[in-house]
Every structure is written in C-alpha cells, then in structure tokens.
C-alpha cells in the first residue's frame, strides 16, 4: 500500500500489538442487543481515533479533524450507519418545522382528525442558511486547502452529474457545492467520493479518500445520534456517502439502509424542492439499484414522491421524472411473492401511456441499429441530452422487469419452453437497448451505472460472442472512466457464458 507523502506517522517507543477487532464487530453487529451509542461511545470511533487520543497535539493534521488512516478500515462507515439505524429504531416521529400539521398522522398511519399525540419524528431537518441553527461543524469551517479545491471542482465537473441525473436545477452542481463551502460534513462527504474518483488508476486509490471519510464520519456521528439538528447539508452528505459505499468491492448498503429510513419516516423531503427533493429522488434511484440487482421489493415509501415537484408540469426533465417513479412503482409489486397481477396490469398500462405520449425530444435525434453481421453489437442511439436519455433508459428497464414478471400461462412442456424463448428475447432486445444508449451518450454517465445494473442481472441472456464481448468492453471503459470496480461482474459474466456453451 502506497501512503500520501503528507501522512503523519509516529515513533512508538514500544513494540505495538495489532488487535483484531473482527470478532468483536461480528458480535455487535449480530449480536441480539446491540449496544447504546450513548452508553459506549467508544465503539463508534475509529481504530486511528482511539490511536490519536494518545498523542500530543503537535501529531495531528490541522486541516482535518484528526486521522490517521489504516488500509483497511471500512468498519467506520459500518458504525455510524448501525448508530442511525438504532437511533431511528428507538426513537419516534415528531412533527417537523418544514412540514404541515397533519404530516404526523400521515405519517403514522392516521387521519389529520385523530388524536394529536402521535409518535415523534427523530428527524428536525433545518436550513443550513439559517445562522441562528448552524451547527458546530459549520461554525469552525476551515478555508478550502489545495487539495479540497481540487476535489470540490472535480466532484462539480463528474460526480454531481452522476447524482443530479434529472434534476432541472442541478442541486447537487451547484446547490450541495455551496453548501460544502461552509459545512465541513457535506465538504468531506464529497470530498471522500471525489478522492475515489481521482485516484482510480493509482496504486493508492483509496488512501485519500478514507482520509475524508474518516473525518465525515466523526462529525456526522453527532448528527446521526439526535445531538444536533438534521441539515440538508447532513442529509446529502448521508446520501453521497452511500453512492462511494456503492462503489465498495462490496457493496454492504449501510447508508442506503439509514437514509431510506429517514425518507420514509419524513414523507415532505419528496416534495419540498431544492437540495432536500434532489437527495430523496437520489436514494430512490440507488433504492431502484439495490431492488434490480436483487430482484426484491422496493423498499422506499413511494406516496410522498406522487407530490414531489420534479414531476409537475409538462417539462421534459418532469416525463424523465415520471417514468423513474413509475420504475419504482413497478418494482414495488413486480417482485412480491405472491403475484398483484392487477396492480402489475395497471403498472404497464400506465408504462405504456408514457411510451405513446411522450414529448418527440424522447425520439432518438440519431439510430443505427444493431447490425451484427457487420461487427456492430450494440445500437447507437443518440438522444438530445442526458435528461432524455435516461428517461428512455428507464423505459426499457421497466420492459425488461415487465418480461421477467409475467407469468407463463401455457400448462403444456413444448409450449412452455417456447414461451420461455420469446420473454428471453425481448430481455435481449430491451438490454442491448439500456447498454447501447448508455454506450452512445457519454454525458448521460447516469445511464452507465443503470446499465451496469442491468447486466448484472440479466447479462446471462446474451448468447452471442460478439454482443458478450462489446457488453464487457463497456465495463471496463466504465470502470477505467468512473473507478466503478468492476471486475467481479466481468467475471462473474465470463464464467455465466462459459458455463452455458458447454
């Protein structure tokens, strides 16, 4: 492992000991009755943190809140997510400032009608412009250091437009970036992601980037724990935490897990504009993500986005907007046990609406299609922009669900099998269609990750060795372009199709 030529190391007098937390972390985080994060604060502090309350001042960084960072160690990322998720399972819902009245009752179940005393939210959620709520993090905000700046414009020029996606308003560009300048939290958050990004093809790829992770999470502990007020600053550092956790050889969902529980227990995030409506629709997506690839129930509560600003009006950012959520909605029934066959017919019927009335932007400005015979695997499908790209992206992976999740209603074998063959062509049909449009808009770099997804579950169709081959040469250019690790999947594919040609 290569090391910053800025990290600080000491000179212990005596032979240190290394001690393997493993079996106590396996304890606590299976255990029957996990600790309080109140009563054993020493358990959400990092390795280096507990190493660093040894040492004289002099030994630490003054531009970080103190870290010294070991190689491995993802356990802190584990901590302050099972520290949410407790304090959520313990803690009940209040009403909010930013929201109405009668959300509470919505919230629990009960009509504005009911009695008032009904469970509290954990979650106050203010604005960071306020400076009568400011928190300590954003009242002892350090100048931006050289290297910060370089990882806020990098995050501003890639990264935000992965979680901006279709946002008309490009909060996370500009209004998360801004924030940044003065909440150290949401700064590191982004500055851990970024840190990945840029260092992908280096040996020390990750170094950096736990450096900023690491001291997010110390100061995000507080504010996951009930002791200071929950910012939208807060929220989409949570949120941009779980897109690096993503990016994890694996991927343990311990922050989509958290922020999917404070959506859900705060139904006005969906629909209260700004930073806090372009955070909720982004966990939505990743919740779309973990859905796809695992084939279960959406678990995000779906209602309050019906409200949601990013789908009113007629604008083409709002069709994009509406066909995610009709995704997500699909998702919601596609994968229950026991078949809604009613609500499955109405989710397609309402799938198929959006294909007939779109906006003509919708139609691809340029299509060649596949043409195997010639080399050419995938179709090149131009669209105006990311925005319509991954609106028609969205579509063929509803289709690609919808095949799946339709029923094989012939009860005679050969007939059967036949029916088997045509759902296994239209997956073919609408995968080449999500990677070919991921593969002809590099700007759309949205699309990627959703094809990526698709591949995952669905690559297995593909029979032919040249569609396998130009599907594995959009991975590794993915990979090379975004520091998604990939690897697994590739071969995870290439032992798939092998397995089948034999």
């Known amino acids: 492992m290569a090391w910053s030529s800025q990290q600080i190391w000491t000179q212990p007098k005596t032979e240190l000991r290394y001690y393997d937390e493993t079996p106590e972390l396996i304890d606590f985080y299976h255990g029957d009755s996990p600790p309080s994060p109140y009563k054993d604060a020493q ?50 819902t209040r009403d909010l400032a930013l929201s109405p009245p009668t959300d509470a009752g919505i919230l629990n179940g009960t009509s504005p009608g009911t009695n008032s005393q009904t469970t509290q939210s954990p979650w106050t959620l203010h604005s960071t412009e306020s400076n009568d709520l400011q928190s300590p993090h954003q009242q002892s905000i350090q100048p931006l250091t050289e290297s910060e700046a370089i990882l806020l414009r990098n995050f501003t020029e890639n990264m935000a437009l992965w979680a901006d996606g279709p946002d008309p308003q490009r909060s996370f560009e500009i209004e998360a970036c801004r924030i940044a300048l003065t909440d150290s939290v949401l700064r590191h958050a982004i500055c851990a992601f970024s840190a990945r990004h840029m260092n992908r093809q280096r040996a020390n790829r990750d170094a950096e980037a736990l450096e900023h992770q690491d001291a997010c999470l110390q100061l995000l502990i507080p504010a996951m724990s009930g002791q200071l007020s929950m910012s939208e600053g807060v929220l989409a550092a949570v949120a941009i935490l779980r897109q690096n956790e993503e990016m994890d050889e694996y991927d343990n969902r311990f922050h989509l897990e958290g922020v999917t529980r404070i959506l859900n227990d705060v139904s006005a995030f969906a629909s209260s504009g700004g930073l806090r409506e372009a955070t909720a629709w982004l966990c939505l997506r990743e919740d779309i993500y973990v859905s796809l690839t695992t084939q279960t129930v959406l678990r995000t509560s779906l209602p309050p986005f019906d409200g949601a600003t990013w789908i009113q009006g007629d604008s083409d950012s709002a069709w994009t907007n509406r066909m995610v959520l009709l995704l997500a909605k699909l998702l919601s029934v596609a994968f229950l046990d026991v078949a809604d066959l009613t609500a499955l017919a109405n989710i397609r019927a309402r799938i198929a609406e959006w294909d007939i009335t779109k906006p003509h932007t919708f139609n691809p400005i340029y299509l060649r299609d596949r043409n195997p015979s010639a080399g050419q695997h995938l179709p090149e499908i131009w669209m105006l922009a990311p925005i319509h790209a991954i609106g028609l992206q969205y579509y063929h992976i509803a289709q690609l669900v919808l095949a799946v999740a339709a029923r094989v209603t012939s009860a005679r074998p050969f007939d059967h099998i036949h029916e088997h063959r045509n759902v296994e062509r239209q997956v073919r049909y609408h995968l080449l269609r999500a990677v070919g449009i991921a593969r002809s808009n590099a700007r759309a770099q949205n699309t990627w990750f959703t094809a990526h997804h698709c591949l995952h579950v669905w690559g297995g169709s593909l029979r032919r060795k040249g569609d396998q081959q130009a599907c594995l040469a959009f991975l590794q250019d993915m990979g090379n372009q975004t520091g998604w690790r990939v690897g697994r999947l590739i071969q995870a594919l290439v032992a798939q199709w092998e397995d089948d040609s034999e």
Not at 55 to 75: C, D
Not at 84 to 90: I, Q, S, V
């Open 43 to 92: 358990r959400f502090t990092t390795p280096a943190a507990r190493v660093r309350e040894s040492l004289p001042p002099q030994a630490s960084s003054p531009n970080l809140p103190q870290s010294t960072h070991r190689a491995t160690e993802p356990t802190t990322t584990q901590s302050v997510a099972h520290v949410l998720l407790e304090n959520l399972n313990r803690t009940s």
